[in-house]
């Protein structure tokens, strides 16, 4: 399904459930898996030991034969055909559309293939099976690998970029691709003002979707995204390069965050939606904790993004995605950390990066490289988040005074951010639990509050 068509969330309105029974049977499936097969068991375990996320987090899909299972318990269980999917070898795709399992492929005769996801394939290949052939092109929309195959049992490992399928393409519009990849990774981020840089960043992405799909485009982004925000975050540097030693990258992505002032905050939306993104739940929590939230999602090979704004107790009614913002006299958390390091899709990159992880273990393993975590935000049975511990970043001196003479901040916040800096990026470790898909607005009202940048110096 191409992200210009009409996306169909379902039937849940995002008011998002649990799936307990549909999760337990996947996690079924995985299990008869794993006991025979010997290989992908150890892979299993040490792809949980070393990246402190759990094995479920790294499966793209199943493929199971198709006279193995009962349609109609499928369909009881919330699975549902994809009939837009791209499948070969006669499979069928059935997907649970409100919830984060991963799909199903349904296919004739008696293999069973568990694809793990991972970011960057040749890397996976380099770590696990240097004597295997890869079939696909570097930078193509599907690339698989065979792993080694035991009783009827098939590990692979699949890299996409761009596409909601299983089937191998061909490779007309990888120069295209390289070409954006490369605009998005070294693009401008520094302007004169942010609305001028958000007026570029628009252009930029939209000479890019003359040459190349929108999905493609949209891979290609969020790709680059990564790798900026990496690039001066010290608990994703760690975790990144950890994950990378097994060949997986970011592949166990959650979701990411934008921190936008609120003049912009329409303009990065469009942006969003320029690469294929649609809007799905929004939150006005601006009695709660100042806020309010755009959550958007490309759902081809879902990119989901938390749009993070300033909002005043009486627009709770607004369309903030749609409508512009009047200035207000006062700064929340949101548009002080704009006001400090500037919008998140220029100079400052992504406030926090989710990851999925197995909760607790991924706590401990950062406490023992010297990254410490805040308090849960949210300790729900189908949903932990924390942040960790950002780091101070140094704040530009201009942008200090404009906060000042603005009377955004006193004199004692002003030398405080000029001689320690202000909080900066975070990474979330997550753990979703029966398939939920959602966010809390309470829990996010409180890190909000629990992060503005005049706590704390």
């Known amino acids: 399904m191409g992200s210009d068509e009409e996306y169909d969330w379902g039937a849940y309105d995002h008011n998002w459930s649990l799936f307990a029974e549909a999760k337990a049977f996947l996690s079924g499936l995985v299990d008869d898996f794993m006991r025979e097969h010997n290989r992908a068991a150890e892979m299993a375990s040490t792809i949980e030991w070393g990246t402190a996320a759990r094995f479920l987090d790294w499966i793209d899909h199943l493929v199971i034969p198709q006279d193995s299972v ?21 499979a069928r ?70 596409y909601s399928g299983f089937a191998m393409q061909d490779a007309y519009d990888i120069d295209a691709y390289k070409t954006t990849l490369d605009a998005l990774r070294t693009r401008n981020r520094v302007f004169h003002t942010d609305g001028e840089g958000i007026s570029a960043t628009h252009d930029l992405v939209a000479a890019q979707l003359d040459d190349l799909q929108t999905d493609r485009v949209t891979d290609a982004w969020f790709r680059a995204e990564w790798e900026y925000y990496t690039s001066h975050n010290k608990a994703a ?84 995605a749609t409508e512009g913002f009047e200035p207000l006299d006062e700064m929340g958390s949101i548009g002080l950390w704009v006001g400090l390091h500037g919008e998140s899709m220029l100079q400052a990159g992504l406030h926090h990066l989710a990851i999925r992880v197995n ?26 988040q924390s942040f960790t511990v950002a780091e101070r970043w140094a704040v530009e001196q201009e942008r200090a005074v404009e906060l000042l003479e603005g009377k955004f901040i006193g004199q004692e916040d002003f030398e405080a951010f000029g001689s320690v800096g202000a909080t900066g990026s975070h990474l979330e470790p997550v753990e979703r639990n029966d398939g939920f898909k959602g966010f809390n607005q309470d829990s996010v009202s409180a890190i909000i509050t629990n992060t503005d940048p005049r706590k704390g110096h």
Request: glycine share 6%; with cysteine; charged share 30%.
């Open 70 to 90: 009962d349609e109609a318990e499928l369909q009881y269980l919330g699975f549902a055909e994809d009939s837009e999917a791209e499948t070969q070898y006669g």
């Open 93 to 162: 795709c059935v997907r649970h559309m409100g919830s984060v399992l991963f799909p199903v492929l349904l296919r004739p005769g008696n293999l069973t293939e568990l694809a793990i996801k991972v970011q960057e394939l040749d890397d996976f290949k380099d770590r696990h099976m240097r004597t295997a052939e890869i079939i696909g092109d570097p930078f193509a929309k599907y690339r698989w690998l065979d792993v080694t195959r035991e009783h009827n049992k098939l590990p692979t490992a699949v890299e996409c970029r761009g």
């Open 237 to 320: 540097n760690i975790v990144k390069e950890r994950q990378d030693q097994l060949g997986l990258g970011w592949a166990n992505h959650d979701h990411q965050a934008y921190r936008c002032s609120r003049e912009q905050f329409p303009k990065v939306v469009s942006i969003l939606e320029l690469l294929g993104l649609k809007r799905r739940e929004t939150y006005s929590a601006g009695d709660q904790a100042g806020w309010g939230a755009q959550v958007m999602e490309n759902p081809v090979r879902p990119f989901v993004v938390f749009c993070d704004v300033d909002m005043a107790d009486d627009e709770q009614e607004f369309d903030l």
């Open 359 to 384: 909760f607790e273990r991924a706590i401990q393993d950062l406490d023992t490289r010297e990254i410490s975590c805040m308090p849960p935000f949210s300790d729900l049975d189908f949903l932990r």
